[in-house]
């Protein structure tokens, strides 16, 4: 298994733009979460989804953000539109089983 | 203002040794808990997890404790490699929720 794949692995873009990050998680898993991180908070959670329906998006920073996943197999999040204190690596897991998830090797975003 | 980074505590053990890592949790009714490796530039590694109907669980070189009274979870590495050397995160969850992850505490072996 290639385990979750996210792309790009890194994004350099400036301010106003707006940025798309994807993710692909592992086949079978029907959960699905987007996180951040940052030195200043560590790693947050963003949303998740459950059998690609949202179950909690207050993680969410505003409404510059949004996550979609149109089918079991891929997931994005947009930023739209993008700000110097978007920058961070924002990392996708997913998981089958309730305790245990598994991450992406991330994206690193860099706003400039 | 001042901007202020995230300052994780360090360990630093002798190549060999056993390591401790411990964590404090903050949810009593989190009914699950885990323990994450991240290296330099990757994702969080799954270690080890434990139930809180568990108070020990072992793995491979890895020992987990919960202290559910006190809200304390520990991390046992046995004979330290330096390839243990990582930031340390512990998590703990609630059903099919996401995580809450900790601070981490970044581990260094010294050769």
């Known amino acids: 298994d290639a385990g979750v794949i996210q792309s790009p692995r890194h994004e350099v873009t400036e301010m106003g733009q707006e940025v798309t990050l994807r993710c692909k998680p592992i086949?079978?898993?029907?959960?699905l979460f987007w996180y951040r991180q940052t030195m200043m908070r560590g790693l947050e959670l963003l949303i998740y989804?459950?059998?690609?329906?949202?179950?909690?998006d207050s993680g969410m920073p505003e409404d510059r953000f949004s996550a979609k996943m149109p089918n079991a197999s891929f997931s994005t999040l947009k930023i739209q539109p993008s700000e110097p204190r978007d920058s961070a690596v924002y990392f996708c897991?997913?998981?089958?089983?309730?305790?245990?998830?598994?991450f992406g090797p991330g994206t690193r975003l860099t706003v400039l | 203002g001042e901007s202020v980074g995230l300052h994780l505590p360090t360990l630093s053990v002798q190549e060999g040794d056993n390591s401790i890592i411990n964590c404090a949790y903050s949810?009593?009714?989190?009914?699950?808990f885990i323990w994450y490796k991240q290296e330099s530039g990757k994702g969080p590694q799954f270690i080890i997890d434990?139930?809180?109907?568990?108070d020990k669980r072992q793995g491979q070189r890895v020992t987990v404790l919960l202290n559910k009274t006190v809200k304390h979870l520990s991390l046992q590495i046995a004979a330290t490699q330096p390839g243990d050397s990582a930031v340390y995160f512990c998590?703990?969850?609630?059903?099919?929720?996401?995580?809450?992850f900790g601070k981490g505490t970044h581990l260094i072996i010294q050769p």
């Open positions: 897991a997913s998981s089958l089983r309730l305790n245990e998830q598994f």
């Open positions: 086949s079978g898993h029907n959960s």
């Open positions: 989804f459950n059998n690609n329906v949202p179950i909690d």
């Open positions: 949810n009593s009714a989190s009914d699950y």
């Open positions: 434990i139930r809180s109907n568990m």
């Open positions: 998590a703990e969850g609630v059903g099919a929720d996401g995580l809450t």
